[in-house]
């Protein structure tokens, strides 16, 4: 077992350091699928950066090394950024390093990020013109071992181990690596979309809160103020400057401008410039945002930014412009020192989306001042209406009002709920008797009826119908122009007609290019809504329209990350219920991987082979094959044989192998190959104790041996006196009493036939027969074969045609000759009882490789497909033995085999089961070894 070592986490770099000298060569491997069920059990009680460091200690524990490296891709850097464990061997590699960040491209890290292919080195000065890691030049670790972390196409980083020996890992390491690797990746984007779900619930608490906030404060200094320290409130920052133009001119100015010092936050007014042309001027009027985790002076003075920096060591900065409608208002500017961390792309994003509704609120607030022109230059206003500008003050009370419902619509996640309520104050504030709120399906584009105000007054069936037909109508018209529309009359506009209602108000709810939704307003008074209305309608259009997509983007997040806990717990559920099937079996069950190392030991085969886990997994399986004796050197053999001729993925399982162990019990050995496509993955073998079966079947053979020579004495002699009463010898016989006498010594020679299979049997499986092994001419035995057929057919007066065919020059067979006899004999004597008189018998003999062939083909009644299997069990007979009214016990074939096997040969059987094609036998024998073609 993997020993338990003390170790403590640095200050630099994430890194864990193996406080033990133990050795690590004394750490034995697990199997991969009980390191990932590791990692699955981490998920539940562990942040992110806890589940990394105990990852870390776990493949440590599981693969002989002195450093593992997780190096997670940051985008927004561009880089890899490692967490550690190292052991104390390794503790010179992290010793003195400054920048401890990998780049693309460079080293064994961007490696594997170009080909996402795992890298396998057992000596790493062989390649001297791939440096290990970049730039540094301090690499002690002779094997290296590495694996990309990959989820679908999406490159998340890498798994890296080395060690300070070389030829430390082979590609049984790097497929156990690789099996690590997915399930690692599998976390991480699990992590990866809570991240982004925690993320999104942070970004709806902290709009909440500025919107909760705009909505009691009054003064617009006041909000100012409250505006920013909000933000610092949820967000880890060094700077935060919320700056908006002067004027209409490049300068830009905020009353607040935050900066943390050493004694404290500090807050001054400030302003910047960003004249045209200048990197601030692009970012402020056409980037959406810009991040950077590298600022440096000389980047700061090209921003202009120096100033408002001042003496805070800054090095990471985003800006953001801040929007009101489509129109760019100014810039929310934030910095992180270096002890603070790194902004990322989703922070970007977040902040885009909080800088739109901040600059809204700003420029809102700015409308408190005395009189403010506001008039959408798209608005369609009806037939004989010009466009002109109008001034509209709006009251402090109603501004309060539109806040309000802003701040209404962001308090919860239950987008409905919000909805109905946002409508409610919407048709109060702007006097309107009628809310509805069209929603859109992006993808199918089709349109839906979502919310109608007043709750409390349901519309009529045909009205509700009408009302419906009528907003789906004005929808459609709405989102192929892409603009606000006012009617003053819809009885005399004549587009749309519809009872009851006279004025129309409609906006549409725009989320970054996509249109998601329609707000339509109605009154029954004429021209019931102007440019104050429309206003108020376009602001609360588009803060629906991001409760919309941040509610819709939130459910995406929510699904993904349930679908991939589900798909972690499935996994977790299914390696236990595997791993608890294989414990509680009662036959040993030993796994090797393709490199015949253990990797799967199960409870049973430690109590059948009294050997521990820990003795086993993670060595090969020949180093204990030979406790065993000699009796095991065949199953050896196979797995071998397998790994260098990965066998057909079809092939069944080889025949049971035996083995004796010390304390006298006997334990059947069934290996079977474990093979994917071509590829050869290991093994599969199931251990059983048969003492108890062979001990049964031992004193089985002794009864039939015994009872088998009992018989054969009554017989010798009945068999002998009825021969010498039909020689005469006890005076003349009349017909009858030949008649009678014949069909005894019919019989007794059958039942001779019986006893000595019997005998043949038992003396084979006591391992009692033995072979006396010599040259045997293949065209004598077949010109005997032969003439024992011809010798059959007259005497039984059974007409047959038999035929001989071989090559002239023909290898001898090296075997027994009286057993080869029997073997060959016995199925040509098959062949002439099942198949009808006239039929033909066709005995061939050819060479293959090292062996000899001989086919017996007959066209009698064949062997259905469904018995061919079990022809060679004993005392097995078919449907045509009882047929065709053949005698016989069902041992011949029996017998057959085992012979056959005796000799190391093979036998087998070929027949379409349809009668008058017959049955094919073969019979593959070894070549004399001296013999050369």
Same mark, same amino acid.
């Given at each position: 077992?993997?020993?338990?070592?003390?170790? &403590?986490?640095?200050?630099?770099?994430?890194?864990?350091?193996?406080?033990?000298?133990?050795?690590?060569? @004394?750490?034995?491997?697990?199997?991969?699928? @009980?390191?990932?069920?590791?990692?699955?059990?981490?998920?539940?009680?562990?942040?992110?950066?806890?589940?990394?460091?105990?990852?870390?200690?776990?493949?440590?524990?599981?693969?002989?090394?002195?450093?593992?490296?997780?190096?997670?891709?940051?985008?927004?850097?561009?880089?890899?950024?490692?967490?550690?464990?190292?052991?104390?061997?390794?503790?010179?590699?992290?010793?003195?390093?400054?920048?401890?960040?990998?780049?693309?491209?460079?080293?064994?890290?961007?490696?594997?990020?170009?080909?996402?292919?795992?890298?396998?080195?057992?000596?790493?000065?062989?390649?001297?013109?791939?440096?290990?890691?970049?730039?540094?030049?301090?690499?002690?670790?002779?094997?290296?071992?590495?694996?990309?972390?990959?989820?679908?196409?999406?490159?998340?980083?890498?798994? *890296?181990?080395?060690?300070?020996?070389?030829?430390?890992?082979?590609?049984? *390491?790097?497929?156990?690596?690789?099996?690590?690797?997915?399930?690692?990746?599998?976390?991480?984007?699990?992590?990866?979309?809570?991240?982004?779900?925690? /993320?999104? @619930?942070?970004?709806?608490?902290?709009?909440?809160?500025?919107?909760?906030?705009?909505?009691?404060?009054?003064?617009?200094?006041?909000?100012?103020?409250?505006?920013?320290?909000?933000?610092?409130?949820?967000?880890?920052?060094?700077?935060?400057?919320?700056?908006?133009? =002067?004027?209409?001119?490049?300068?830009?100015?905020?009353?607040?401008?935050?900066?943390?010092?050493?004694?404290?936050?500090?807050?001054?007014?400030?302003?910047?410039?960003?004249?045209?042309?200048?990197?601030?001027?692009?970012?402020?009027?056409?980037?959406?945002?810009?991040?950077?985790?590298?600022?440096?002076?000389?980047?700061?003075?090209?921003?202009?930014?120096?100033?408002?920096?001042?003496?805070?060591?800054?090095?990471?900065?985003?800006?953001?412009? +801040?929007?009101?409608?489509?129109?760019?208002?100014?810039?929310?500017?934030?910095?992180?020192?270096?002890?603070?961390?790194?902004?990322?792309?989703?922070?970007? =994003?977040?902040?885009?989306?909080?800088?739109?509704?901040?600059?809204?609120?700003?420029?809102?607030?700015?409308?408190?001042?005395?009189?403010?022109?506001?008039?959408?230059?798209?608005?369609?206003?009806?037939?004989?209406?010009?466009?002109?500008?109008?001034? @509209?003050?709006?009251?402090?009370?109603?501004?309060?009002?539109?806040?309000?419902?802003?701040?209404?619509?962001?308090?919860?996640?239950?987008?409905?709920?919000?909805?109905?309520?946002?409508?409610?104050?919407?048709?109060?504030?702007?006097? $309107?008797?009628?809310?509805?709120?069209?929603?859109?399906?992006?993808?199918?584009?089709?349109?839906?009826?979502?919310?109608?105000?007043?709750?409390?007054?349901?519309?009529?069936?045909?009205?509700?119908?009408? +009302?419906?037909?009528?907003?789906?109508?004005?929808?459609?018209?709405?989102?192929?122009?892409? =603009?606000?529309?006012?009617?003053?009359?819809?009885?005399?506009?004549?587009?749309?007609?519809?009872?009851?209602?006279?004025?129309?108000?409609?906006?549409?709810?725009?989320?970054?290019?996509?249109?998601?939704?329609?707000?339509?307003?109605?009154? =029954?008074?004429?021209? $019931?809504?102007?440019?104050?209305?429309?206003?108020?309608?376009?602001?609360?259009?588009?803060?629906?329209?991001?409760?919309?997509?941040?509610?819709?983007?939130? &459910?995406?997040?929510?699904?993904?990350?349930?679908?991939?806990?589900?798909?972690?717990?499935?996994?977790?559920?299914?390696?236990?219920?595997?791993?608890?099937?294989?414990?509680?079996?009662?036959?040993?069950?030993?796994?090797?991987? $393709?490199?015949?190392?253990?990797?799967?030991?199960?409870?049973?085969?430690?109590?059948?082979?009294?050997?521990?886990?820990?003795?086993?997994?993670?060595?090969?399986?020949?180093?204990?094959?030979?406790?065993?004796?000699?009796?095991?050197?065949?199953?050896?053999?196979?797995?071998?044989?397998?790994?260098?001729?990965?066998?057909?993925?079809?092939?069944?399982?080889?025949?049971?192998?035996?083995?004796?162990?010390?304390?006298?019990?006997?334990?059947?050995?069934?290996?079977?190959?474990?093979?994917?496509?071509?590829?050869? +993955?290991?093994?599969?073998?199931?251990?059983?104790?048969?003492?108890?079966?062979?001990?049964?079947?031992?004193?089985?053979?002794?009864?039939?041996?015994?009872?088998?020579?009992?018989?054969?004495?009554?017989?010798?002699?009945?068999?002998?006196?009825?021969?010498?009463?039909?020689?005469?010898?006890?005076?003349?016989?009349?017909?009858?009493?030949?008649?009678?006498?014949?069909?005894?010594?019919?019989?007794?020679?059958?039942?001779?036939?019986?006893?000595?299979?019997?005998?043949?049997? &038992?003396?084979?499986?006591?391992?009692?027969?033995?072979?006396?092994?010599?040259?045997?001419?293949?065209?004598?035995?077949?010109?005997?074969?032969? /003439?024992?057929?011809?010798?059959?057919?007259?005497?039984?007066?059974?007409?047959?045609?038999?035929?001989?065919?071989?090559?002239?020059?023909?290898?001898?067979?090296?075997?027994?000759?009286?057993?080869?006899?029997?073997?060959?004999?016995?199925?040509?004597?098959?062949?002439?009882?099942?198949?009808?008189?006239?039929?033909?018998?066709?005995?061939? $003999?050819?060479?293959?490789?090292? /062996?000899?062939?001989?086919?017996?083909?007959?066209?009698?009644?064949?062997?259905? +497909?469904?018995?061919? *299997?079990?022809?060679?069990?004993?005392?097995?007979?078919?449907?045509?033995?009882?047929?065709?009214?053949? &005698?016989?016990?069902?041992?011949?074939?029996?017998?057959?085999?085992?012979?056959? *096997?005796?000799?190391?040969?093979?036998?087998?059987?070929?027949?379409?089961?349809?009668?008058?094609?017959?049955?094919?036998?073969?019979?593959?024998?070894?070549?004399?070894?001296?013999?050369?073609?």
């Amino acid at each position: 077992m993997p020993t338990q070592r003390d170790r &403590s986490q640095t200050n630099k770099s994430d890194s864990l350091t193996d406080e033990s000298e133990a050795s690590t060569a @004394a750490r034995l491997p697990d199997s991969s699928q @009980a390191l990932s069920a590791g990692l699955i059990n981490l998920i539940p009680d562990h942040t992110r950066q806890a589940f990394l460091n105990r990852a870390l200690e776990l493949t440590a524990s599981h693969f002989s090394c002195d450093i593992v490296e997780i190096n997670l891709m940051d985008e927004s850097l561009g880089c890899f950024l490692p967490v550690r464990w190292v052991s104390a061997r390794g503790r010179s590699f992290i010793r003195g390093k400054a920048a401890d960040r990998y780049q693309l491209g460079e080293g064994y890290t961007g490696w594997l990020a170009e080909h996402g292919t795992p890298l396998l080195i057992t000596d790493t000065s062989s390649y001297p013109d791939l440096e290990p890691k970049g730039g540094l030049r301090n690499f002690p670790f002779k094997s290296y071992l590495g694996a990309p972390l990959l989820w679908e196409e999406d490159l998340l980083g890498t798994i *890296e181990i080395a060690h300070r020996t070389s030829a430390n890992y082979s590609v049984t *390491e790097q497929d156990r690596l690789v099996a690590v690797a997915t399930q690692l990746a599998l976390i991480l984007r699990f992590y990866r979309l809570q991240h982004q779900t925690d /993320q999104h @619930a942070r970004q709806q608490a902290l709009s909440n809160d500025i919107y909760q906030l705009a909505a009691q404060v009054g003064e617009l200094n006041q909000f100012w103020e409250s505006l920013s320290r909000t933000y610092l409130a949820h967000l880890d920052l060094s700077l935060l400057g919320i700056f908006v133009q =002067k004027d209409g001119s490049a300068e830009l100015t905020t009353p607040y401008l935050f900066r943390k010092l050493t004694k404290g936050w500090e807050h001054a007014p400030a302003s910047i410039s960003a004249p045209t042309g200048s990197g601030l001027a692009a970012i402020w009027h056409h980037q959406e945002y810009w991040l950077s985790n590298q600022v440096d002076t000389r980047v700061l003075s090209e921003l202009g930014l120096d100033a408002i920096v001042k003496r805070q060591s800054l090095d990471k900065m985003l800006i953001t412009p +801040l929007f009101a409608g489509s129109e760019r208002i100014g810039l929310m500017v934030l910095g992180r020192s270096k002890q603070l961390p790194i902004f990322h792309e989703e922070e970007g =994003k977040t902040l885009v989306s909080l800088g739109r509704q901040t600059g809204s609120l700003l420029h809102n607030r700015q409308q408190l001042q005395p009189t403010v022109s506001f008039m959408p230059a798209e608005t369609d206003r009806g037939p004989g209406f010009d466009l002109q500008e109008a001034e @509209a003050a709006i009251s402090p009370e109603r501004m309060a009002e539109l806040l309000r419902l802003s701040a209404e619509l962001t308090a919860s996640l239950d987008i409905d709920r919000s909805l109905k309520r946002v409508l409610s104050l919407c048709n109060q504030l702007m006097l $309107a008797d009628r809310a509805v709120l069209m929603t859109r399906d992006l993808t199918a584009g089709d349109l839906s009826l979502r919310q109608v105000m007043p709750e409390n007054e349901p519309v009529p069936g045909q009205q509700a119908d009408a +009302l419906f037909a009528t907003s789906q109508s004005i929808c459609e018209w709405m989102i192929t122009r892409r =603009k606000a529309l006012l009617v003053d009359d819809l009885g005399q506009d004549g587009r749309w007609q519809l009872e009851n209602f006279n004025s129309l108000c409609a906006v549409p709810c725009i989320s970054g290019d996509e249109i998601t939704g329609i707000l339509l307003f109605f009154a =029954k008074p004429k021209a $019931a809504f102007g440019s104050d209305e429309q206003q108020i309608a376009q602001v609360v259009a588009r803060q629906v329209a991001n409760a919309l997509n941040n509610t819709y983007l939130y &459910s995406v997040i929510r699904d993904q990350a349930d679908r991939l806990g589900l798909m972690l717990r499935s996994r977790q559920i299914e390696f236990s219920q595997s791993n608890a099937i294989l414990e509680s079996i009662a036959d040993g069950v030993i796994v090797t991987d $393709a490199d015949h190392r253990v990797i799967l030991f199960n409870a049973a085969a430690e109590r059948i082979l009294n050997l521990s886990t820990t003795q086993v997994i993670g060595r090969e399986v020949f180093d204990f094959i030979g406790i065993f004796g000699s009796e095991t050197i065949q199953w050896g053999e196979t797995i071998r044989q397998w790994h260098e001729t990965p066998p057909d993925r079809h092939i069944a399982a080889s025949k049971p192998e035996r083995m004796i162990l010390e304390d006298g019990r006997v334990i059947s050995i069934l290996p079977a190959p474990v093979v994917l496509g071509n590829d050869f +993955l290991g093994t599969v073998s199931i251990f059983r104790d048969i003492t108890r079966e062979v001990e049964v079947d031992r004193l089985k053979s002794e009864f039939v041996a015994t009872v088998s020579h009992e018989l054969r004495s009554p017989m010798t002699s009945i068999k002998g006196f009825v021969d010498v009463m039909l020689m005469g010898a006890a005076g003349d016989l009349n017909d009858k009493q030949r008649h009678f006498l014949e069909i005894v010594r019919t019989n007794t020679t059958r039942l001779e036939i019986l006893v000595n299979d019997l005998l043949d049997i &038992s003396r084979i499986e006591a391992g009692k027969a033995t072979l006396v092994f010599q040259e045997i001419d293949v065209h004598q035995l077949l010109l005997e074969l032969k /003439q024992y057929v011809q010798h059959r057919s007259q005497e039984e007066s059974k007409a047959m045609h038999v035929n001989c065919e071989s090559p002239k020059v023909l290898p001898p067979i090296w075997g027994d000759l009286e057993r080869v006899r029997q073997i060959l004999a016995n199925i040509v004597e098959n062949s002439f009882d099942y198949t009808p008189e006239g039929g033909s018998i066709q005995i061939s $003999a050819r060479r293959v490789d090292d /062996q000899i062939e001989v086919d017996v083909i007959d066209n009698g009644m064949g062997i259905a +497909l469904e018995e061919q *299997e079990r022809i060679f069990e004993r005392f097995y007979r078919g449907e045509q033995a009882l047929i065709m009214g053949v &005698s016989g016990a069902g041992l011949g074939l029996a017998v057959v085999l085992n012979l056959v *096997e005796m000799h190391h040969g093979r036998i087998w059987v070929t027949s379409e089961g349809i009668h008058g094609k017959g049955t094919t036998f073969t019979v593959s024998l070894p070549t004399a070894p001296q013999t050369e073609q």
